[in-house]
């Protein structure tokens, strides 16, 4: 059942994210892009990742896909327009997918039976994060807090 | 006799499956319990819409001193058959620049979200439709996907005035999802898992046999449920925070191009995730299925579940026929720079809560901590000196 699944939610990730590269408004481009985000949670959700998957949903498809919609739509006003094959996109592209198959080539594979693994619960990831990883995740905070300050000073209204 | 009135539900489910077990294969039998249900999950909350759609106008007549709906059936009841019907027969217009797939495509996968975030609510001893670890991360994990179909509705329209109102409605969504997921905290925090079923589990005791150790019987809890309820009205668009739709006032937001059913389907799921945030609310803090008070533990736990989300229900039809709409920026206000820090609060209070026991101690500190960060904001906040002649910054 879970190879069915696999395969499933395979051929929808591949078709999204060929949808994405392919099609001619750019609008249309950005919503196949979060369905494969979709794809892609489903997979860790089939890995027994539920954390992962959920987060992926989380961060990807309600902040990052909305952000690149609102990018899009502030930032040009040929949203509607028909975008020509680009073939610069196209070479990057292979590149970037050779580079990754000659560092999978190049890396020694791990041994193919693998070791019991209990599954990672959100209790488990938790515990550690307040413990073995406190300190990275006090830093992505400060972080991120001025971040979210940087973001309001912004857009604040300046005074006359 | 009780005890099998309370699992009723589970034992008919069993009792289907058991023609099943031995002659079919081991998936087929899970994907028909899977199918059991969502059948009773859709079964129930459409019947729910359609019996509340007609009571908010009932209600809603009765407190504007009218009667309200009375003409279909007995006591207008048969009034949402009559207005699916009519909903049905309309003639769906599609603007003729709209983009045809994204337009038909935002009410489908609105409606499918909400209708998902039901999945994960326990909605009586032994009755999840859906068992997963992260519950409450799904629900909001789900909920936050609706902000993209609504964006898919506006954009989808090619229409000004729905692009603009998706803008607004995505904007306040975005500001008040931050208060409405940190209220949750303090609860994830005291009972330590993310799971509804033992959120609900940890809400079981009674002190002295009648007082139930609901979390919003704890002033963190108090607080966070009102921030809750608040974020809630904002995130299901209702009164006083529906200005996405403000329906006497400005063309109907991102819904302005849809017409017949496809509209019927955005108001449905907004009825829904009106049913699944109060259901959370319930689960949350409320102490889901179980009774208020111990010796009425006989009556079924999906009757305990169901009487507190009518009660909750009532008060957002209560709350739309009593308030005036807020304006725009007056709810971004209201959400950075009261809701947020209070909702931090609650998180600091439950701390607090925590490490003094657990007790009468511990609730009498925890409440000062929230009285005094919430007397602060309100002299921090203070607008009262401020009052001008309004200035207009485009309109003059």
Redesign the interface.
Known sequence: ?STVAFAVIAILTLAAALAAATLQ?L??AA?SF?VMFVGISAFFFLLGA??VG??Q??VY???V??LI??TI?LTRDDT?KVRSFNWGGVIVAIAVFAGLVWAIAKTKSLPLTPSQIEPI???RIGELLMTNYVWPLQCVGVLLTAALIGALILVMEEKS | MSDSLDQIFIHAKQWLLSFMSGRAPD?LV?IISSLINIVALLGVFLTLFALISVLERKILGRMQNRYGPNRVGPFGLFQPVADGIKMLIKEDIVPARA?K??HFLAPVLIAAAAILTLGVIPYGRNMTPFT???GI??F???G??T??MV??AG?GS?NKYS?LGAMRA?AQM?SY?LPLIITVLPVVMIV???NPDKIVGAQAAYSLGFIPHWFVFTPWGATAFILFFVSGLVESNRTPFDVPEGESEIVAGHMTEYSGFKYATFFMAEYIGMFAISGLGVTLFLGGWHAPVHFLEFIPSYVWFFVKLSILLFVYIWLRGTLPRTRIDQIMNFAWKFMLPMAFTCVVAAAVWHYTGRGLRGWLWSLAVIAAVYFTLSILLDTRRKFAPRTYRFAE
């Open positions: 059942m408004k609008m249309h919503l979060a539920e954390f959920l987060v949903i989380f498809i309600g902040a896909a909305v919609v609102f739509l509607g619960t959100v209790q | 998936w899970q983009d797939i994204v997963i670890d992260g991360l799904f909001f994990a789900v936050s996907a902000e993209l964006f898919m954009w090619n692009m995505i975005i999802e330590g898992s993310l």
